[in-house]
């Protein structure tokens, strides 16, 4: 059984907890967050029990009783609480991004390193049912080459940090990285890196709240768009399009199915992606909406239980997709293309 201490009880931090209460080999057994009763409501709320609360990290570290830290705090915070949790033995999945800087990124990763700890980053989108379908047929062929692919995330504007940190542009800088990294992340992960990037981008008192990227592939038009200034109620909605030789594949969120198939011998129809089978019909439909959370969460656990190396969402797979996020914003910036070396 691993033993899990929550650093942060907020809304990534409740998310975690719902993942873990499916995990047959994980427990909860430690929350660190320093709103005290605020925090020991929410653990009622997500129905967990005899979990010990610390309002300071330092304790948390010097009594507590676990093997891992799941870091959901602000993203300025990351690279602290990281180094800390490797330097007592503790391997540490983090929410991401995983840092605001590469120096930071680079530090926390070599430090799982020196100490021999298991480190990945909670870039959820590789591990999303309906992203790794389309990672199937591009790497099957089954339907040709991918000829181009567009990806979409947008999102009213966010409400839900503690404190509002995440409308804090010195300690979020905006859509580009808290929201647009997934797709980004999500290229690296497909298609490996662009020759160059040309972004557009929206620049307010919270950051870069939107930005649009052209990914300059060898044989492929890439682009992705990433936005939160959006109306408070609009919602969110994450999808792709993805036009292969012989047929295109089409994923949003909002619609009912979700993932729909075109050929040029059939009609659009519906098309499955890889769910979970091993479980209670109980748990299958909070399984499925979890989606990617749920996924991640079970391949770290699974890797410590196997005794394996993370091998998805590295540290370092997470250092290169903050570093071209991180190119997209200066190319924004800039307003031109960037060649990457």
């Known amino acids: 059984m691993q033993k899990i201490a929550l650093l942060g009880f907020g ?3 409740a998310m975690h907890a719902d993942v873990y209460r499916l995990l047959p080999n994980a427990q909860v057994v430690a929350v660190v967050d320093p709103r005290g009763e605020a925090a020991q409501k929410a653990l ?8 010990q609360i610390f309002t300071d990290w330092p304790t948390a570290l010097a009594e507590g009783d676990f093997s891992i830290v799941d870091i ?6 990351h690279r602290e609480t990281a180094l800390e949790a490797f330097t007592n033995g503790k391997h540490v999945f983090c929410e991401k991004p995983i840092a605001l800087n590469l120096a930071d990124a680079a530090a926390m990763t070599k430090s799982a390193l020196h100490h021999d700890r298991q480190f990945m980053v909670g870039h959820c989108i590789r591990f999303w049912p309906e992203y790794q379908e389309l990672q199937r047929i591009v790497n099957s062929g089954e339907h040709g080459r991918l000829l181009s692919l567009s990806l979409v995330r947008r999102t009213g504007r966010p409400a839900y940090s503690v404190g509002g940190w995440v409308n804090m542009a010195d300690r979020c800088l905006g859509a580009a990285l808290d929201l647009h990294i997934h797709d980004t992340d999500f290229l690296l992960h497909l298609l490996g890196s662009p020759e160059a990037v040309f972004s557009q981008g929206l620049l307010d008192e919270t950051g870069w709240s939107s930005i649009t990227t052209q990914y300059v592939y060898h044989d492929q038009i890439v682009t992705a768009e ?6 408070a109620n609009w919602g969110f909605l994450m999808r792709f399009n993805a ?6 594949l089409d994923f949003d969120s909002r619609a009912t199915p979700t993932l729909m198939l075109t050929t040029g011998k059939e009609s659009p129809h519906a098309v499955s992606a890889p769910r979970q089978t091993d479980v209670s019909s109980a748990d299958a439909e909070k ?3 979890l989606g990617g959370y749920y996924h991640e969460l079970d391949y770290f ?24 996020v991180l190119t997209e914003i200066e190319s924004a910036r800039l307003r031109k293309l960037i060649t990457l070396g």
Do not use: H
């Open 72 to 77: 959901c705090l602000p993203t300025d915070l």
């Open 243 to 248: 036009v292969f030789e012989s047929a295109v």
């Open 11 to 13: 809304f990534m931090g």
């Open 44 to 51: 009622q709320d997500a129905r967990l029990e005899g979990v």
């Open 287 to 289: 399984i499925i909406s």
């Open 301 to 324: 656990i699974n890797c410590l239980e196997r005794g394996e190396p993370i091998g998805i969402s590295t540290g370092k797979q997470a250092s290169e997709s903050l570093n071209l």
């Open 226 to 231: 990433g936005a939160w200034n959006y109306p």
